[in-house]
């Protein structure tokens, strides 16, 4: 049923619980998993003086993420891709979802934005209004 599977890392608590579910689903379903993480648009300022610098430091902590998500994973039988891309965020998550022609997206309800009482964050609730695959959820 699922044979590619999305996970959406912000580096968040709950982007991280999502992808143990991800893992999980991945290993039953026999899944090919691609983990994704966007980091801050830039491109706005192309032709600036700093803007080389910005988007080569955005890409390495971008990076960190991933190697934190990759580490997070730990020992896997199955395919484990990346995917780093440039914001915005929902948008870029929905467009490696149609690229990999994803049949699952798993993410967490919230990230690391600091309102609470939220139900859903803003990335995750564009993601499930947009996508046109299922897309879990998680708490
Ligand atoms: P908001 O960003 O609207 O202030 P929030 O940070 O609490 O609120 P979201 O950003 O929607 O909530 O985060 C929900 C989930 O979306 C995260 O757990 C993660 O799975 C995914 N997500 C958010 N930002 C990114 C990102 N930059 N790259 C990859 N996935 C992301
Ligand atoms: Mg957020």
Redesign the pocket.
């Given at each position: 049923m699922f044979k590619q599977i999305i996970v959406?890392?912000?580096g968040?608590e709950?982007?991280h619980r999502?992808l143990e579910y991800a893992k999980g689903l991945t290993e039953q379903f026999e899944a090919k998993l691609w983990l994704?993480?966007?980091?801050p648009h830039t491109s706005d300022l192309l032709g600036y003086d700093e803007y080389e610098k910005l988007i080569a430091q955005r890409e390495g902590a971008g990076q960190g993420i991933l190697d934190e998500a990759r580490q997070k994973l730990g020992s896997i039988t199955f395919d484990a891709q990346e995917e780093l891309l440039e914001?915005p965020?929902a948008e870029a998550?929905l467009t490696v979802a149609e690229t990999r022609q994803a049949d699952l997206i798993v993410?967490?309800?919230?990230?690391?934005?600091?309102?609470q009482g939220?139900l859903?964050?803003?990335?995750?609730?564009k993601?499930v209004q947009h996508a046109s695959c299922p897309v879990m959820v998680v708490r």
């Open positions: 959406a890392i912000d968040s709950h982007s999502a994704v993480h966007v980091f914001g965020e998550i993410m967490g309800t919230r990230g690391l934005g600091s309102l939220l859903l964050g803003s990335v995750s609730q993601v």
